[in-house]
């Protein structure tokens, strides 16, 4: 093995003792001296840090839980009553599902039915030293009035921030579906994909932005030309727009940053244009206030994210990602298969893998040569945590770098949450709320998609075990 430099200047004070074992009686041969262990970035061996500010019961109950969601056929049964009409729509048992949903994966995924409830949540993370993103549980909005009640629904949620405690809110969080009729966001997006497809096409509603779409886009969505906007869409498009820069002007004075969410690719390249459009009015500080999401699970999102951040660097402005593996698998793959054109999902869990990690090292350089990039790596994956925290570190980037975040869903990958933690890293846990109902869209949502980690992840589950083993072997032996 070659020996670097700086070591081979380390060896200089043994060398006359090296020399002279070649010399010296057997006995005074000195032994080498064996290898210093090298500590792991993400130390998940230490249980009893790991966990020392999680009670016993609330513990207990997260392993119960978490092998529960990992039986698939149990899983499976659940979502299908919680979509079944009949059962829904017959008042006892839809109160008998919703006090069942409510003392399981609701109390394992949310932080409450109100803000002051989400509130103390978040204070209890607080004091074992992460911090939270408060996402107001809103879905999918049908028209005008929807989006307007939805907006003050995230207006009251940056409200309520200034009474927390001091930085124990990273972001606050909205999805463009809800303050803009789904309806809409897929016309903008017919019409942004016929432009990637014709250039000189024309689009009077268009605001200043950032491109949306990559050469390997996905374009199947648009078949044939679409109809241009009429006069009430684009009035409603500007209407969203509005929506969102109210929003973005709330939270620059609430000095709170912003995430939006990422959708299904229907949708998204209307989402990416009004979140870029976001960022050329707000993001012309250092740190930006307006951050888009990348879906790694996606075949063009690392080309979309590298022409993104190379644009923005060009017009002079910050640019912030969360970057996340994607939640619409199902979907996105039934979609396709429907059309008989290919998924616009990568084909293997590695090559998502592969991806996810292809630009989180992407978004760490641009940090490190002093570039506009942002970044909120959300994973759950152990070995993409890793792997970005020992990137970040060999780069040089400060584990206080305001640049550089790590976040997980609650109730999800505690593990990796404490273990990133205790290594000093800035994290935070997603922390979705609002009444059962709201938030069912989400549920049913983390049970599918995430039916495949809940089954085959076992890290958390082992952690917790351990734990709860020594807990009570202290318990009984005193030691």
Not at 165 to 191: M, N, Q, Y
Not at 397 to 410: E, P, R, S, T
Not at 457 to 476: C, F, G, H, P, Q
Request: hydrophobic share 40%.
């Amino acid at each position: 093995m070659a020996i670097s430099p700086i070591s081979r200047l380390s060896l200089l004070p043994r060398l006359p003792r090296f020399l002279s074992s070649f010399t010296a009686t057997p006995s005074a041969i000195v032994a080498p001296e064996a290898p210093t262990a090298v500590k792991p970035i993400i130390d998940l061996g230490d249980t009893d840090r790991l966990f020392a500010a999680e009670a016993t019961g609330r513990l207990a109950w997260s392993l119960a839980t978490m092998y529960a969601l990992a039986v698939g056929p149990a899983v499976d049964l659940g979502i299908a009553v919680m979509r079944s009409r009949a059962v829904m729509e017959n008042a006892a048992l839809r109160a008998a599902v919703m006090a069942a949903v409510r003392g399981t994966v609701y109390r394992q995924f949310c932080a409450g039915e109100e803000t002051e409830e989400a509130s103390e949540t978040l204070r209890r993370l607080w004091e074992k030293g992460l911090r939270g993103i408060l996402d107001y549980g809103l879905e999918d909005a049908e028209d005008a009035g929807a989006c307007d009640r939805n907006l003050a629904g995230f207006m009251r949620t940056v409200d309520v921030t200034p009474a927390l405690p001091d930085s124990s809110v990273s972001f606050a969080c909205v999805k463009i579906t809800a303050i803009t009729p789904i309806s809409l966001l897929e016309r903008v997006s017919d019409l942004l994909r016929w432009e990637k497809k014709n250039p000189s096409l024309h689009l009077p509603w268009k605001q200043p932005s950032l491109p949306v779409l990559a050469d390997s886009s996905p374009l199947y969505h648009t078949p044939a030309a679409p109809p241009p906007l009429s006069q009430e869409e684009e009035r409603e498009l500007r209407l969203s727009h509005d929506r969102l820069s109210a929003l973005c002007h709330r939270c620059s004075e609430a000095n709170l940053p912003l995430l939006v969410d990422a959708e299904y690719t229907s949708v998204q390249p209307a989402i990416d244009h009004m979140t870029f459009s976001a960022a050329l009015e707000f993001n012309r500080q250092p740190h930006p206030l307006v951050y888009g999401t990348v879906q790694a699970y996606l075949k063009d999102s690392k080309p979309r994210l590298m022409q993104a951040v190379d644009a923005a660097e060009r017009v002079g402005i910050s640019l912030g990602f969360k970057l996340v593996r994607g939640a619409y698998m199902s979907r996105e793959s039934g979609l396709a298969a429907s059309l008989g054109v290919a998924s616009p999902i990568h084909d293997s869990i590695d090559r998502t893998h592969a991806c996810y990690n292809e630009c989180a090292s992407f978004l760490l350089e641009r940090i490190t040569t002093g570039g506009s990039a942002s970044a909120v790596f959300a994973t759950h994956n152990l070995e993409s945590g890793k792997a970005a925290a020992a990137k970040a570190m060999e780069l040089g980037i400060g584990k206080g770098n305001q640049k550089l975040q790590f976040a997980q869903l609650m109730g999800m990958a505690d593990g990796l949450s404490l273990g990133l933690k205790n290594a000093g890293f800035q994290v935070s846990k997603y922390l979705p709320f609002g009444p059962v109902e709201q938030v069912m869209p989400y549920l049913l949502r983390r049970a599918e998609e995430n039916r495949g980690f809940l089954s085959t992840s076992t890290i958390d589950r082992d952690l917790m075990r351990k734990e709860l083993k020594r807990r009570l072997k202290v318990a009984v032996l005193g030691k």
